[in-house]
């Protein structure tokens, strides 16, 4: 790679580092975006989406909930597409080599969470001051470490990672090679794997095996799955009768009582702007606490004065931790509690009280469902090498995650503290379900399509081919298997280094005596 090359990766990986930390705007978090990115300018756009579209579906599933260290995908989805596109090596066979890096990645982002820490109290001290400014800065300081903690590893490997391929490339016999693309195979079904056991419900296994038996016997791509889906679900959920139950909810939502704006609708647009800044600053010790008193703090600027002030900005400060997009809820619910000048006690037990129930839900919604379905869509198609993938998956994120960013906080603001009972309440339970139930028909559908392991054992004389027996009982046999392998370790508490490494080690002996390819 040039000289420029390796700065660029260098600085994309430095907006990879902080983009999720903006609440994932454009889903940089994923690698989808990341690795397509990373591949244009690596010179190679084409093998760039192929590239992405494995990784993918090879990370489906791995999101740290709650602040916890969990392989760093962004990472391996900057480093990876150019290495493949250096070295002429199979995306498939770099899936190993993108879980280590992940893994790796990982200790960077523990280092970027402790010295978060600092600016942590940097604020605290500020706000005693009343500099509010100084507030500000402490929480848009946080983005340093985390910007550092994946751009060091980039440049590192974009340094000396082809060279160090390149030489494993010649010097390595053709058996390893293919034992590594076999492990790379069955490596991809722990992301599924991790997604399942994140939205498993023993009821919903018809639904996931109905995703899988449309991609495998009709050859439904994933959009047509989608589509279905939708058709299916809906008709089954309205059919059942349960849909009243949902319709009573929104029927009692009721506006807070008429009172007296201070907050125009321009200073609640700035709240919502600022709020994508809720995890500029996350770390161990109050993860969101910084960002969420930043959103806010234009609106409790012209709300309060002097001590008043201060101690709202000192309470906001403490402990919070939720989605970032549910957030939206607790905060516009928070801006109309604090325009009536509600006791601050108050407004602390409300959102201690909300954000626990809506991580639950909004982990549900948007990382366990509309990810795979928003990903698997735009990986689907860049799995033929289409470029255009690449707007397709922006399209559709800009689209759907905005809207329903903004649409939870004007909502929460205009009914008040009747949207937190809607959303912590039976209907949001049934709207989970429903989600649920359409990321498990998803779920199925990349099983079947996107995770190529086969068997290539034969004997000839004898007319033997292991693998058109398993076409006969189950097509795409070996995928199903090693998901549900995978996702029994998970939910028996195996941690996803456990199960990697066993997957690799299986994968990787299999492939070298025959049984399995990729």
């Known amino acids: 790679m040039s000289t420029l090359q390796i700065i660029l990766l260098t600085i994309w990986g430095f907006i990879t580092g902080i983009e999720p930390w903006f609440g994932s705007p454009f889903g940089l978090y994923f690698g989808f975006l990341t690795a397509s990115i990373a591949g244009i300018i690596a010179g190679d756009p084409v093998t760039g989406v ?133 492990a790379g195979g069955v490596m991809v079904t722990v992301g599924v794997a991790l997604l399942l056991s994140a939205l498993w419900r023993r009821e919903f296994l018809p639904i996931y095996l109905l995703g899988f038996s449309l991609a495998t016997y009709l050859n439904v791509p994933l959009i047509g799955i989608a589509v279905i889906g939708i058709g299916l679900i809906g008709a089954a959920y309205l059919l059942s009768g349960r849909a009243e139950k949902l319709l009573s909810a929104l029927k009692e939502l009721k506006p807070v009582e008429e009172r007296e704006r201070k907050l125009t609708d321009a200073d609640i647009r700035k709240c919502f702007w600022r709020s994508w800044c809720l995890q500029n600053n996350l770390n161990w010790e109050r993860l969101e606490g910084i960002g969420y008193c930043f959103s806010i703090l234009p609106a409790l600027k012209k709300l309060f004065k002097g001590d008043e002030l201060k101690e709202r900005v000192k309470a906001h400060l403490e402990f919070y931790n939720t989605t970032p997009y549910t957030h939206n809820i607790i905060m516009g619910l928070d801006l109309a509690l604090e325009e009536r000048g509600a006791d601050i006690e108050l407004i602390r037990s409300i959102k201690s009280g ?141 941690s996803v280094i456990k199960v990697v490494t066993l997957l690799f080690i299986i994968g990787f002996v299999l492939g070298i005596v025959g049984i399995i390819g990729a």
């Open 50 to 182: 192929v590239t992405a579209s494995t990784l993918f579906f090879a990370f489906l599933g791995v999101v740290s909930l709650g602040g916890a260290a969990v392989p760093e995908q962004r990472t391996a989805a900057v480093v990876i597409p150019p290495l493949v596109i250096a070295t002429q090596l199979d995306p498939i066979s770099a899936v190993p080599l993108a879980w280590a890096i992940a893994m790796l990645g990982s200790y960077f982002y523990t280092a970027a969470m402790t010295v978060n820490v600092y600016f942590c109290h940097l604020a605290d001290k500020y706000a005693e001051e009343e500099n509010y400014r100084g507030v500000e800065l402490a929480n848009l300081l946080g983005l340093i470490p985390h910007g550092l903690s994946v751009a060091i590893p980039v440049f590192l490997f974009s340094m000396y990672g082809p060279e160090f391929v390149n030489t494993l490339v010649e010097r390595m016999p053709e058996w390893f090679w293919t034992g590594l693309k076999a």
């Open 354 to 494: 909300l954000m626990g129930p809506l991580a639950g839900i909004g982990d549900t919604i948007f990382w366990f469902t509309l990810v795979p379905i928003i990903g698997g869509i735009a990986a689907s198609i860049a799995k033929g090498g289409h470029v255009w993938s690449i707007g397709v998956y922006i399209l559709l994120w800009v689209a759907i995650m905005w809207s329903l960013k903004w649409w939870f906080t004007k909502t929460s603001y205009k009914y008040g503290l009747s949207i937190a009972e809607l959303f912590t309440g039976p209907a949001m339970e049934e709207i989970s379900l429903l989600m649920t139930a359409f990321g498990m028909l998803m779920l199925g559908g990349i099983t079947a399509a996107y995770i190529p392991i086969y068997s290539p054992l034969k004997y000839e004389p004898w007319g033997f081919e292991l693998q058109k027996i398993l076409d006969m009982i189950i097509p795409k046999f070996l995928p199903l298997i090693f998901v549900f392998f995978n996702t029994s370790l998970i939910r028996k508490g195996w």
